[in-house]
């Protein structure tokens, strides 16, 4: 029996930052569990020179077309699917270029500023007739589905009442450049939007299971130290998340004032508990279940390079079938965390507006 064709896409590449070099240097490993076939063939920088060491660093073995120009890759007839890996701000205009050059798009979270961009862009996409998705890749781990599998249907630790979220890196603002990504705010900089989308994305994965259903929502910030007031962002973030129909809640954290070591979330229940370790609430790597009345166990998942290629799999799937969304992260998900970041922004008094 012939072996079926893997799905292949042609990927163009706009911006030549940290996360753009971890997703193309997974796009290109060799796997044998590949569920698709990538290939690089266009990079948008700043400039031919960046562009051309961000190719020879990351994608060596492969030969895309180097642009200075964004809109050269939205229009390479090369390319089928766009990656944005360009700050937050700029996620709005990148894709909606992108999307009206009639290419499909993969774009890096938070996918806008606030929700009214982001439907703006699930609108643009759909009237374009193109795939859009929010890179949101850690929903796309293999562990992740497990953690759900385990909470959602096997019920292991039966019902659910908390969940614990912390996400902290040692990225102090006062440590950056001013002028970079991670510490101007006209770049996006701040804990909730860099980090805490992954914690509020844990708890959503345990407790969002009920369609259509909104938490009540109360935070806090602790804001980075400019001089102009207007200038500064939030460098910790207590979350609140309250569910009351279903009698549970969840606390969700993000911190650049201090690295999370080891476990990063704990989901505790009436039978039991899981705990959720690895690098960062971004990469997971391994399961740890208790049940009330039972052994222990730890389940390992070994992750080969970062794990961005998981996402770009299910995407090059979902191209090839013709759907404009992805089940795993659809577009009403991603326009529900944008809604939820809304809220807590507001209540704390953090705009990125104006």
Not at 225 to 231: F, S, T
Not at 274 to 291: E, M, R
Request: hydrophobic fraction near 40%; include cysteine.
């Amino acid at each position: 029996m012939a072996s079926k064709e893997l799905p292949g896409l042609r990927w163009g590449i706009i911006g030549c930052g940290l996360i753009s070099t971890w997703f193309v240097s997974d796009l290109v490993l060799s796997r044998s569990d590949a569920a698709a076939n990538h290939t690089i063939t266009a990079v948008g920088s700043s400039s031919l020179e960046k562009g051309n060491k961000f190719v020879f660093e990351n994608c060596p073995t492969q030969s895309p077309a180097v642009y200075d120009s964004y809109t050269d890759v939205y229009n390479d007839p090369n390319v089928d699917i766009v990656y944005i890996g360009t700050p937050h701000p700029l996620h709005h205009k990148n894709v909606l270029d992108a999307v009206a050059a009639g290419k499909h798009v993969l774009c890096e979270k938070p996918m806008a500023m606030d929700a009214q961009q982001g439907q703006e862009m699930a609108e643009a996409a759909r009237e374009r007739g193109v795939f859009l998705m929010e890179a949101m890749w850690t929903r796309f781990f293999p562990i992740t589905k497990e953690l759900q599998r385990l909470v959602h249907e096997e019920k292991s630790i039966g019902d659910v009442a908390a969940v614990w979220v912390d996400f902290g890196i040692y990225m102090p603002i006062k440590g950056c450049n001013p002028a970079s990504r991670t510490a101007s705010k006209k770049l996006g900089a701040g804990a909730l939007l860099d980090i805490g989308i992954y914690s509020l994305t844990w708890a959503s994965l345990v407790l969002d299971t009920t369609p259509g259903a909104t938490p009540d929502i109360s935070a806090n910030m602790i804001f980075s130290d400019h001089e102009q007031p207007d200038d500064r962002v939030d460098e910790q973030t207590a979350i609140v998340l309250r569910y009351p129909e279903q009698r549970a809640q969840a606390i969700c954290t993000a911190s650049l004032l201090y690295k999370t070591s080891g476990t990063f979330a704990r989901i505790e229940g009436s039978k039991g508990s899981i705990s959720v370790g690895g690098v960062a609430a971004s990469k997971p790597g391994f399961l740890i279940v208790t049940p009330k009345d039972g052994e222990e166990r730890r389940i390992d998942y070994p992750v080969e390079g970062m794990g961005f290629y998981y996402e770009a799999d299910a995407v090059a799937q979902d191209v090839q079938a013709g759907r404009l969304e992805n089940a795993t992260c659809p577009l009403s998900t991603t326009q529900s965390m944008l809604s939820r970041m809304d809220s807590i922004m507001a209540s704390c008094g953090l705009s990125y507006s104006g």
